[in-house]
């Protein structure tokens, strides 16, 4: 078991298939908002990953509707 140090989250939600969810959302988070960001940036630390249980859609990580989220952790600059 690992202890994750506290920090601010941006919390980016994804839906869909798993692999293209995650896939796509993290190029929108390094090309599109990380760059954009004026007051925030970066953390040294962790990014997290949060899936649904997978039991909860009918095609499982393959569902159109199937939720996870990617945390970012960021600090004031």
Do not use: Q
């Not at 949060?50 to 199937?66: L, T």
Request: one cysteine or more; proline letters at 8%.
């Amino acid at each position: 078991m690992r202890t994750i140090p506290a920090f601010t989250w941006a919390v980016f939600p994804c839906r869909g298939k798993l692999a293209e969810s995650l896939r796509d959302v993290n190029v929108k988070i390094f090309s599109e908002w990380m760059p954009a960001l004026k007051d925030y940036e970066f953390a040294a630390g962790y990014c997290v990953e949060m899936y649904d249980v997978p039991d909860k859609y009918p095609k499982g990580v393959e569902d159109e509707n199937y939720y996870a989220e990617i945390w970012i952790p960021v600090k004031k600059k």
